[in-house]
């Protein structure tokens, strides 16, 4: 079955053009997904010239691969974990920054209406047993101090115990961001697909290079999920994949609704959506650190099992996986970047990114525009927060380290490329080089630099999505070397080799 979210699969490609010239323009935007797209409505909208740099095409990266679920409550770590690291006002502030973020998608499907099927639905946070009572109540109590709607009016068709927030919602994001990038494409507001940026350099001018072009800017907006090259905000995030599985059912299938299933401290997230196979209910879920799991396809297994396990499964129709950076202290950095006046940021999303990359694309062009933004304090991306984030930071930090240690030390896991099967990646050395070998379900054989070009920790190899991962920041690259996604920008180099 091909690894293709099913958002992809019932949307139309785009075809904005590739930069092939030098263009100067007010702001930069590289990254073309929610965050960038709705950033250049803004900006554009209120006067300012704006060029979108896309790596491969509008919406298809990490906001194509979601749940296309809406909501002021968070995920991970949940608001109760914001109020005790914070306070009760500041749990308030994220649920009234993320409804606002929610109530502008909406108004955006009106104002070009927008068919990608948006619709008001509830949020339920359940547990089928006792295991996740307590942390259902704490968010409960949390939801409601943050002035949220909540009840106990839960329907599933499985006994579960919990509360739902109503009028919250669920649409196609790919549709959405690809309609909204088609109604603000103009001379005023470029877009640009299949244009990877190659080169950033934050100056009195900021100058962005992609293969074929370059542009000039007064400011840069890193739209990309981290920010490409080294920052110091990368200290405070941890990266991990997720897996989703969708699948058809012969029984009965749950009502239109956001359905979190808690399981110790994981939630499973599931909805149900008209496919172009047909209905179908998806679970979304199987959270690690990217580059930290070995057979990582026993993560769709799971899914399925999941489902199987509670409701009639006729089929699995598609599976998917993405990618998600969580703040330490579990709040998004959204702003200028610390230590720079030309580059703003948005990361930190954790599995919340379609609402908090709307949030940050309206914090980022009040700030540029000179508007006062009553969120942009609750974001500040150069905040310290020592209390708030100490013990994560440590964690995260020292599982950088201890990856990076690990790698070092490690031996070669084969010797000959000979011994790599179809379907494999392994590390070989060849001259004392630690070599990134991998071979396609067709034998033909890729052999490129181990090394990761973001801060030299050894990728490893990604056997669900035949991909090399970096286990220390989470970039992640082709069989063939080519950055799938950042924060590294360069690719790992090709290393001439004959297969023996």
């Known amino acids: 079955m091909s690894k ?11 075809n904005f053009p590739k930069l092939q010239t030098s263009l100067s323009v007010d702001v930069v935007i590289i990254g073309g997904g929610i965050t960038g797209i709705t950033a250049a409505y803004n900006l554009s909208k209120a006067g300012k010239r704006v060029a979108v740099l896309e790596a491969l095409k509008i919406g298809e990266g990490d906001t194509g691969s979601s749940t296309g679920n809406l ?25 009234e920054s993320r409804a606002d973020a929610v109530r502008f998608i909406e108004d955006r499907t009106l104002e070009y209406d927008i068919d990608c099927d948006f619709k008001k639905v509830p949020w339920n946070l359940f547990t089928e047993g006792n295991e996740s009572s307590d942390y259902i109540e704490k968010e409960k109590e949390a939801a409601q101090k943050a002035g949220v709607i909540t009840n106990s009016n839960i329907c599933f068709p499985l006994p579960v115990t919990g509360f739902m927030v109503p009028n919250q919602a669920q649409f196609n994001p790919l549709k959405y961001v690809k309609a909204l990038a088609e109604n603000i494409h103009s001379d005023h507001c ?35 999920h981290t920010p490409l090259g080294i920052y110091f905000v990368q200290s405070s995030l941890a990266a991990y994949r997720e897996y ?27 909805r149900v959506y008209d496919s172009p196979k047909g ?34 499964v006729a089929s699995v129709e598609y599976k998917w996986s993405a990618q998600q950076f969580k703040a330490v202290d579990g709040i998004p950095y959204i702003g200028l970047s610390s230590g720079n006046n030309k580059t703003y940021i948005a990361t930190g ?55 990076l240690i690990k790698d070092t030390l490690k031996k070669a896991e084969v010797k000959n490329f000979t011994d790599i099967q179809p379907g494999e990646g392994k590390i070989v050395e060849i001259e004392g080089q630690k070599c990134a070998a991998s071979r396609t379900q067709e034998g033909e054989l890729f052999a490129v630099s181990a090394i990761c070009t973001h801060m030299g920790c050894t990728v490893h190899w990604n056997q669900a999505e035949a991909s090399w991962d970096c286990p220390c920041h989470g970039s992640r690259f082709t069989q063939k070397g080519e950055v799938i996604e950042g924060p590294a920008i360069a690719p790992l180099k090709n290393i001439n080799t004959k297969d023996d």
């Open 4 to 14: 293709i979210s099913m958002w992809k699969a019932s949307t139309s490609e785009t």
């Open 71 to 95: 909501y002021c409550t968070i995920g991970d770590p949940g608001l109760h974990s914001i109020e005790s690291k914070f306070s009760a006002n500041k749990a308030k502030e994220v649920a």
């Open 190 to 224: 470029m877009i640009f697909e299949n244009s990877r940026a190659v080169k950033i350099q934050e100056g009195e001018t900021c100058t962005v290079e992609t293969e074929e072009g370059s542009i000039t800017a007064q400011y840069i907006i890193m739209a990309t």
């Open 244 to 270: 989703a599985v969708a699948v058809k059912l012969n029984s009965e299938y749950p009502a239109p609704g956001i359905f979190w299933d808690m399981i110790e401290n994981e939630h499973y997230s599931m």
């Open 279 to 312: 209905k179908v209910l998806m679970v979304l879920g199987e959270m690690h650190k990217t580059g930290q799991k070995d057979y990582n396809e026993e993560c769709f297994d799971n899914l399925e099992k999941f489902l199987r396990d509670r409701f009639d």
């Open 349 to 403: 999303f954790s599995a919340d990114g379609l609402t908090y990359g709307t949030l940050a694309a309206m914090i980022i062009a009040d700030e540029i525009l000179g508007n006062d933004n009553p969120w942009a304090k609750t974001y500040d991306a150069s905040r310290l927060t020592p209390i708030a984030s100490a013990s994560n930071f440590i964690k995260e930090n020292l599982n950088v380290a201890a990856e």
